[in-house]
Structure formats: C-alpha cells, structure tokens
C-alpha cells in the first residue's frame, strides 16, 4: 500500500462537498445484504441535479443472506440490475461485478470488474472535480482500486459509512468487519477520506412501517417495492422502526448542510472492534450528526416523483 503524500489542508479542502456544480459519483454497495441500499439506490438516481453518477458497483457480504462473500456480490449484482430495471435503466456498462473475497494484505489487490471500473472512472477524472467513491457496504472494492493504481488518490475522495463514531464503546460495525483489512486501507493510505459513522450517526436514520405506507405506498411502482421490501423483513411491526442506514450517505452529498461535521485525526483499526487513536495522523472528515427529517422528506420527495 502506498501513501498519499498531500498536505493535510489540501485532504480536507477537497472532502468539502461542492455546491456548484454535480457530484461525479460511483455508488459501492452491498445491495441485498439488507433494505437500506436499495433506497439509496434509487436516492442517487433521482437526485441528477446534484448527482452525475457513473455506475454502482456490487460489494461482497457474508451473513443469513448468503452463502459466502462470493455469493453476496452476485446477490448483490442481480438485485442492483433488477433496482435499475425497475427505475427504466440500463444495467449494461453501468452496474458491475466487484470482488468475491475480503482482501489478504494491504498489498494485494483484489481483482474484479468493479475494481477496473473504479480506476477507469477516475483517472478520467481531474483533480480539481475530482470522483466521490462512496462506499455502502465493506469497503473491498475501493481499497483494492487504490492498491491497484495509487494514482487515482489524486482524483478521488472517498465517503464511506464504516466504522462507528470515535466514542462509541466498541466498533463492531458490519462494513468494517466484512474486510477489516480494507478498513485499514482506507483510513491508513491517506485518500481524502469522508467518514459516515454506522453507530451513533446513521442509526439514527429510522423510519416505521406507518411512516412508508403514508409516505411511499401506493404511488408508484418504485415506492410500493420499497414498502413492500420493508415490510418482509420484520414480522411484528408493532412500535417497531427500522434504520435506513444507507441514504445518509446521498444526503450528505444533497446537502451538506443538513450534517454536523468534524477534522479529526484518521483513526487507527488496532483491532476488528476497537479504534486506536494518534494525533500525528493524517486528517479526515466525520460525519457527527444528520438532520433525520430533511433527509428523508427530500428522500420521500424525490422518490414520489419518480416514473
């Protein structure tokens, strides 16, 4: 693994989300490991006045729904297609197969038509507009690009929701923990690195059952989808709410005004759930808190409007 050499003023002066212009992105995500990326799936593409995004990208995962990390990328590949079909899209040259095992070191990449996509996309890039790489799932994909061909740091940041917030007791934090060697890669290289915090920042991203049906059921094809995709995965929906994890990582981009934001030190994973922390270390940007309401009502919005 290289290093990114820049100065530290210069990191966070490109993690400052612009407002003039549209975001060049590549959305990275673990698609059918829960409900949450479909919604930003469909977040990203109905937000094309300030999104110009470049293609997604499927991200291994390995629990109950898969049989191995493998298998969580293909299941994740197939629901991304079926998400683009539903929103009249083509999947051709825009969705694309990421890698099928958690990385081995920090300097073996792993390979994948993702991986190439990334680099592509990116080198074709400028600095000064550069690629947002964000990352929704574990992180295999992005660390494998910058290992691969390090010069793509000089053209990308990357915002990934990985890890929990700093003071969190612990960091047992699914994206993290589905390849903490990459983890380690993303905060370790010193890409400008946007952090979005799982615990303490987008669990607070809830919505419920009465809240869908009212907001998103019964209006179009696309919303009752996602009514109906929430509605499965909880028997019992009495007082019950469910984290919609995932589309905080669009909103910041929407909005970034709609967040609490902090420069800290980037933190060191000295184990799979715990943070270490050294004040010399490269600078980042993390994400403390997120205006739950004005996320989800421009979410709800856009979604109702869609064809």
Avoid at 117 to 127: E, W, Y
Avoid at 176 to 184: C, E
Avoid at 209 to 218: I, K, T
Avoid at 219 to 239: K, S
Wanted: net charge negative; with cysteine; charged share 25%.
């Amino acid at each position: 693994m290289r290093y990114y050499e820049c100065t530290d003023m210069e990191r966070i002066r490109r993690t400052e989300i612009p407002k003039d212009r549209k975001i060049k992105m590549i959305l990275d995500t673990d698609t059918y490991n829960e409900i949450d990326d479909q919604f930003a799936i469909f977040y990203a593409l109905a937000s094309e006045d300030r999104i110009d995004l470049k293609g997604i990208t499927a991200e291994l995962f390995f629990n109950a729904r898969s049989v191995s990390p493998a298998d969580g990328m293909e299941k994740s590949y197939q629901e991304i297609k079926k998400i683009l079909k539903l929103a009249g899209r083509e999947s051709d040259g825009f969705a694309f197969r990421g890698c099928t095992e958690p990385m081995q070191s920090k300097d073996q990449p792993g390979e994948s038509e993702a991986v190439d996509f990334i680099i592509r996309t990116a080198l074709a890039c400028m600095k000064e507009d550069p690629l947002f790489v964000v990352g929704i799932g574990s992180s295999t994909n992005i660390a494998s690009a910058i290992v691969k061909e390090p010069e793509i740091m000089d053209r990308i940041v990357v915002l990934w929701l990985g890890g929990n917030t700093h003071d969190w007791p612990d960091n047992e934090e699914f994206n993290l923990s589905q390849d903490p060697i990459a983890g380690s890669i993303v905060f370790d290289c010193g890409v400008p690195l946007i952090q979005l915090p799982a615990s303490g920042v987008t669990s607070f991203l809830l919505t419920s059952m009465p809240e869908l049906e009212a907001c998103l059921g019964g209006v179009n094809a696309i919303g009752d989808y996602l009514v109906e995709n929430v509605a499965a995965y909880e028997e019992d929906h009495f007082a019950w709410s469910k984290a919609i994890w995932d589309i905080g990582a669009i909103g910041v981009l929407i909005d970034p005004e709609w967040t609490v934001q902090k420069i800290c030190p980037s933190p060191v994973i000295a184990a799979p759930n715990r943070y270490a922390f050294d004040p010399r270390r490269h600078l980042i940007r993390s994400v403390c808190t997120m205006d739950r309401d004005k996320v989800f009502k421009d979410l709800f919005t856009k979604i109702r409007n869609m064809q």
